[in-house]
């Protein structure tokens, strides 16, 4: 070997992107200074470089060893076949410049070389220049800042993983905050998918915060979160309404009517860019779900008299109160009529009978599922999507706001960051609420792609918090559907995805195999950890090994949007805007003021507690009680 002092060793063995490496006595200590300043030779996940002429190889450590070396050598400076194994991750040629990829591999008896903390700083870029944003720095490396490219972050589509605990959230929000920085990106766009209602005091001076219940009084301003029932495709609306698919027969009558509403207030109130002939049961055109639901149950379940000359539906047999007064219920509010009973009695000239017997039943039974979309229809919890306010059609089919105004308040408001705080969303229909939110989306900018507010001119990030939950592997499940198409066909038209999930096992592979980047936090779970190594784009499947140990806050960056996987202490945000994810503190050693938690065990109890409180909440269903708002 040459006299240098920098070489750590020599190539033994090559096997694709695998090389075995023989340790040089100059590693006899284990240190190895260059310019005044030691470094550890044979750590796991530190770089070294093999030159190749006017290129230079670089690969990644990932294995170190003492035992008997594969090959044997009779060199004198090879000490106790003392090797390690490195895994090529790329290149850089005669200019300097670092890219993926091999043009060559190296050969037998070739010089391996540790890299020094001033060519990683050539490597991993300037944080002066404008696509690069800063995330913290390299661990144990405070002098390398850690940048990521924000080209290839956003359209290339990213995720964050980390098992529960590892800071996840606190990357987000760092990651989050970085690249919304009003100065050097006045035109960014993101939307916050936020399943647990963390994130609003992150980003409470750059965001708009829409929630179901909203507190416009509250310390961090809230919009009315609305998702109107008629801008769900049929598929969406099927699920929303009745929890399921319906049978074909069930689902084809339900079609047109549909469709024949749509039709009905297309006519009335025309629409730009729709017309009837162009018209399907999926177009975003309002109808008026609660008289359909009324409509139907008196078909399914209404009686009438028997009159002629009268047709069923003009002579309907309500059954009336103590008062005298017809319980005709009120569509409005989906309160179901109540009929009376069927009489044929050969003697009683009054005839009542079935109206689904005069209309000509065809062996449609519909009867169960209007039985639970009266009872969606009355709860409040619902209220979001079926009684949306503005969008709501009135007795006319006329309404407030339309889908362009949905739209602008998602991905066209003056603040850089929209949060959709999904925390009140039931969890029967949030896969599906999720799939409809990034379809609407999805929509609007493929077929405006070509137009100033489309994401060609102006690309979108969709953060998806708490993945696991609603992007699974179900073939029925409406948001990994769309996500997955968001996944392999957004690049092209400027939206990007960042999937955020602390269990990635659970996650579609398919949508996880083309996120380009991966923030890696502390992972235990053999199987999560498995799962990123079979997704992986490049073969570094050694870092891997390294996620168990990880400290709270530091992450593994893999992927397009940096030139080296780094190991990255990330900075977080100040205290008072570290996303609300923190567990309860069961005790406490320092004051209460100088923790986020709300309380503990180490403070006193309190006085004659108010738990009709508790039961409120509950009854409501909001966390919120009427009597005091939490600020």
Known sequence: MKNNDSIVGEVQDVDGTNVSVLISKNSLTGFIYIDGQGYRVGQIGSFVRIPQGYNNLYGIVSHVGASASPKSTEKSDIIDNRWMKIQLIGESARNGLFSRGLSQYPTIG????????????????????????????????????????????????????????????????????AISDKKRYPSSRILMLDLHGEYGRSFKDKSNLFKINSDPTARIPELELYI???????????????????????????MERIHKLKVINLKSHPKTGCNVDSLSVDSPVPFDIHKLWYDLYIETYGTYYK???????????????????QLVGNYRNGIAPIFKNVKNEKDDPEKINHVSSALGGSGINIGRYLVTLGARLRLPRYNFVFDPTPFRPDEHGAISADVDKLIEDWIGCKQPITILDLSGVPSDIIKTVVGAVLRIIYEALFWSRNLSQGGRHRPILLVMEEAHIYLNNDKENMASMVVERIAKEGRKYGIGAMIVSQRPSEINSTILSQCGTFFALRLTNTQDRGHIS??????????????????????IIIGEAVKLPMRTSISPLPKPFRPDSQDPVVYDQFALDDTQAPG????????????????????????????????
């Open 110 to 177: 070739d010089n391996v070389y540790i890299i020094s903390e001033k060519e990683l700083k050539n490597i991993y870029g300037q944080p002066d220049e404008p696509y690069f944003v800063k995330l913290g720095h390299i661990t144990n490396a405070e002098s390398i800042p850690a940048l990521i490219d924000i080209n290839k972050l956003i359209t290339r589509h990213s995720a964050v993983l980390g098992t529960t605990g590892s800071g996840k959230s606190t990357t987000v929000a760092s990651i989050i905050d």
């Open 600 to 631: 503990g065990w180490g403070i006193a109890n309190e006085d004659n507690p108010n738990y009709s409180e508790v039961i409120e909440t509950w009854r409501n269903q909001n966390p919120r009680i009427s009597r005091v708002i939490i600020k």
């Open 307 to 325: 009159r002629d000359g009268e047709k069923p539906l003009e002579s309907l047999a309500f059954d009336v109160d103590d008062n005298g007064e």
């Open 228 to 254: 109107p029932y008629w801008a769900l495709n049929f598929e969406e609306l099927m699920y929303v309404c009745f929890g399921e698919s319906l049978p074909d027969k069930e689902k084809n009558m339900l």
């Open 534 to 555: 079979s997704v992986l784009s490049d073969n570094l499947n050694g870092l891997t090994n390294m996620l168990p140990i990880l400290k709270t806050g530091e992450a």
